[in-house]
């Protein structure tokens, strides 16, 4: 069986401290507690701050996040990152169809734009049970590998700022001593 390579974690910048914001929809309840149980969990082993909003539905999701971004930027707390929560399950309409796929698309229009860590989870399945078995914490825990994602991005920014700020420390020229 193939299995995807997972990174060791070492090496990895610390992210304690870590502003990252959780946006919920809470349309299936029970669904939202579990999702939201796994996100905080891996946040705040990471060391994290999570701050979390809620909203009715999936695709209020990235309604939220963008007025929520632009807020925390205008009071200079920005956040380092954010973590989507939610579910959508398939029903008897098309409507499964718009919801899921606008959601995904606005969100990850939202990330490639403002170069944002974003983890999505938001869960599409076709019954009840599926998403309870995805969202459950000793399951699949999706919400915690929703905030897994979104840490790995935010580490790869990280690595990748520190190693610019290396780059251009003591990049200036050495002086010769003896024309000075």
Same mark, same amino acid.
């Given at each position: 069986?193939?299995?995807?390579?997972?990174?060791?974690?070492? !090496?990895?910048?610390?992210?304690?401290?870590?502003?990252?914001?959780?946006?919920?929809?809470?349309?299936?309840?029970?669904?939202?507690?579990?999702?939201?149980? #796994? %996100?905080?969990?891996?946040?705040?082993?990471?060391?994290?701050? %999570?701050?979390?909003?809620?909203?009715?539905?999936?695709?209020?999701?990235?309604?939220?996040?963008?007025?929520?971004?632009?807020?925390?930027?205008?009071?200079?707390?920005?956040?380092?990152?954010?973590?989507?929560?939610?579910?959508?399950?398939?029903?008897?309409?098309?409507?499964? !169809?718009?919801?899921? #796929?606008?959601?995904?698309?606005?969100?990850? !229009?939202?990330?490639?734009?403002?170069?944002?860590?974003? #983890?999505?989870?938001?869960?599409?399945?076709?019954?009840?049970?599926?998403?309870?078995?995805?969202?459950?914490?000793?399951?699949?825990?999706?919400?915690?590998?929703?905030?897994?994602?979104?840490? %790995?991005?935010? %580490?790869?920014?990280?690595?990748?700022?520190?190693?610019?700020?290396?780059?251009?420390?003591?990049?200036?020229?050495?002086?010769?001593?003896?024309?000075?």
């Amino acid at each position: 069986m193939v299995t995807p390579r997972r990174d060791s974690g070492r !090496d990895r910048p610390s992210l304690t401290g870590a502003r990252v914001l959780i946006v919920e929809a809470r349309y299936y309840e029970d669904i939202a507690d579990e999702l939201l149980s #796994g %996100a905080r969990a891996v946040l705040s082993a990471a060391g994290a701050e %999570a701050v979390v909003a809620t909203v009715p539905g999936a695709l209020e999701v990235p309604q939220a996040v963008a007025i929520l971004l632009e807020a925390a930027a205008r009071a200079r707390k920005p956040y380092d990152a954010v973590v989507a929560l939610g579910c959508v399950i398939r029903g008897e309409t098309g409507h499964y !169809d718009i919801v899921a #796929g606008e959601s995904a698309r606005a969100l990850m !229009d939202l990330s490639v734009m403002l170069r944002l860590p974003l #983890g999505n989870g938001i869960l599409t399945v076709e019954t009840e049970a599926q998403a309870l078995a995805r969202a459950r914490v000793a399951e699949m825990n999706k919400g915690g590998g929703a905030a897994e994602a979104a840490l %790995a991005v935010l %580490a790869l920014r990280r690595a990748e700022d520190a190693e610019r700020q290396d780059r251009t420390i003591g990049f200036a020229p050495r002086r010769d001593p003896e024309k000075a």
